[in-house]
């Protein structure tokens, strides 16, 4: 039962949406819970149609990397109103499930209209929480409507299949049908997009749901809650609990969460695949990668430099599908030249800032790793051909902003090669042969992506053939497919047998049942057969 009083529900329009705050970096948080009562707005609960406040003690501060203000503050949800969460969603289940397919689209469409609409209000706040620039933060939103949009074929995405007289008289079909509670976990650095493959999907599947989002920029997905509500989700179909490692682990374990989508680090990732799996949960566990980009000595330079440089840099490489390991076969002195001049000209400054390329990254603690990583490349004999750690930013100088970095001569027994360094930075590697560059990709741990840049149909087909990453780019940096594909990352990127959004993202929200019916006149005196059953006559 939902405890909590009146007086305290809110509607989340009161809020001010900018400061309205996943990608869990570690199973546990690296700020500090604070235990002010006072101070800035504090971002509630979604339980049962209402926002909530948290009861909770104590609260995590959002702040802005590009200015460290405090926005707002996420309550640690506490046990009770988690379990009231999950049993909103189980009590709006059996209404939710037997609604017509054609209204749950609909509610859809709408949802897509009104995310249109109040798109810059979204990427402001993203923009605001997370440090991306504005530009990137509206591609964030876009990316995550292209999977609504999606969501409103449901009714042919969710099609079963039908045998008529698969024996005299008998007819077998496959339906579809949702799960009923399942939950998402979501990452700091697509504060909408990774929302929007998780639950669109899942509820238009005619489940119900429960979303986590990031501790560190949670006001995306309140306002995306909000939308989802005023486009007629009935109270209980979408719940939001907040926390870090405590809320996680209480996912994992209620029995009445049937599956869990999360996008992550490798240490939260399969700590949340091994714990649910064990209790008996689907996963599908999105997780750490080294994308790998094979330069080709035919590659267009132009356009292949500027790809580098869009891949590597953008979003201060905090994106899971980030180019941030070159490999060149042949020379590569003249490209790496190239490369340091472009990265150059990049402006780093506040996501707010016109003319800003890249933000800071989310926290000082990202600030400190990502420099560590880079210091250690250096010591392990890599060369720093361009250094972005000292930038300062005028007017934002307590930022965590880190420029534009290129280490060379990186290799495959380096910490900041092995390690996902989600960050600014790109490495650079040299191959004699395609061969030996397919090689060095094929034995990094990670298979999120890969790319090549070449004009040989030749060498894109070997590669396209021979290398072990899910998402393969010719002459495309960022490899991610749109929504009517799957986003299908592999190896130690992915946990789990049904990939995001696509086909394998209605397979994962849906359980397959099989019926077999026998309409027809049986004559008398046939007696009973113990044989087993055949389609013989």
């Known amino acids: 039962m939902l405890r909590f009083s009146l007086q305290r529900v809110k509607t989340l329009r009161s809020l001010n949406p900018q400061i309205l705050a996943t990608r869990i970096s570690h199973l546990c948080t690296s700020a500090e819970p604070s235990r002010s009562h006072g101070g800035p707005p504090r971002v509630p609960n979604l339980v049962g149609g209402s926002f909530v406040d948290s009861q909770s003690s104590e609260f995590i501060d959002v702040v802005n990397p590009a200015t460290q203000e405090v926005v707002s503050q996420l309550p640690l949800t506490t046990n009770e109103e988690f379990k009231a969460a999950v049993s909103a969603a189980k009590q709006a289940f059996p209404s939710w499930r037997n609604t017509p397919i054609t209204t749950r689209q609909r509610i859809m469409f709408k949802l897509q209209e009104l995310i249109r609409r109040d798109m810059d209000k979204l990427a402001m706040n993203i923009t605001t929480e997370q440090g991306k620039t504005l530009k990137d933060a509206q591609g964030d939103v876009f ?23 698969v024996s005299n008289g008998i007819d077998t079909y496959s339906i579809r049908e949702p799960l009923g509670v399942c939950a998402g976990i979501c990452p700091f ?28 920029d949670p006001g995306a997905s309140m306002m995306l809650a909000e939308l989802a509500m005023e486009a007629g989700l009935p109270n209980g179909v979408l719940n939001i609990v907040h926390g870090t490692n405590d809320v996680v682990n209480a996912i994992c374990d209620d029995d009445n969460i049937r599956a869990i989508s999360f996008v ?16 008996g949960k689907r996963v599908q566990s999105n997780m750490g990668a080294k994308n790998h980009g094979i330069v080709m000595p035919d ?18 490489g905090q994106r899971c599908m980030a180019l941030s390991t070159v490999v ?13 001049e472009l990265a150059k000209a990049l402006k ?32 392990s004999g890599a060369r720093l051909l361009l250094d972005g750690r000292d930038i300062v930013v005028p007017g934002y100088e307590h930022g965590n902003f880190i420029g534009p970095t290129i280490l060379s001569g990186v290799t495959a027994d380096m910490e900041c090669y092995k390690e996902e360094i989600f960050g600014p930075v790109l490495l650079c590697m040299q191959a004699d042969s395609l061969e030996e560059a397919i090689s060095i990709v094929n034995r990094n741990k990670y298979g999120n992506g890969a790319s090549i840049f070449t004009t040989s149909g030749v060498a894109a087909r070997k590669f396209q053939t021979e290398i072990e990453a899910g998402q393969v780019g010719i002459n495309v940096p960022i490899p991610v497919p ?6 299908t990352g592999s190896k130690a990127s992915f946990a789990g047998d049904l990939n995001f959004y696509g086909k394998a993202g209605v397979n994962f929200y849906t359980q397959i049942k099989t019926v077999t019916q026998q309409w027809k006149d049986l004559p008398s005196g046939t007696g009973v057969s113990l044989a087993m059953p055949t389609s013989q006559k």
């Open 299 to 316: 590659a267009s330079i132009e356009a292949t430099l500027n790809a580098l440089v869009a891949a590597g840099f953008g979003a201060a």
């Open 482 to 487: 749109l929504p009517f594909f799957s986003f």
């Open 264 to 279: 992550g680090s490798n240490t939260a990732g399969m700590h949340i695949y091994s714990r649910a799996s064990a209790k």
């Open 348 to 379: 780093v400054n506040a996501g707010t800032e016109p003319a800003a390329d890249l933000g800071p990254v989310i926290s000082k603690q990202a600030k400190e790793r990502i420099c560590k990583l880079i210091q250690g490349g250096v010591e």
């Open 328 to 340: 060149f076969v042949g020379p590569s002195k003249e490209w790496e030249d190239k490369l340091v």
């Open 189 to 216: 650095n697509f504060p909408a997009m990774i929302p929007l493959w998780m639950f669109p999907v899942a509820v238009t599947c005619g489940n119900t749901f429960v979303l986590k989002p990031s501790e560190k």
């Open 143 to 165: 990316r995550g409507l292209e999977v609504v949009e999606h969501a409103c074929g449901m009714a042919t995405l969710q099609m079963g299949e039908f045998v008529p007289n």
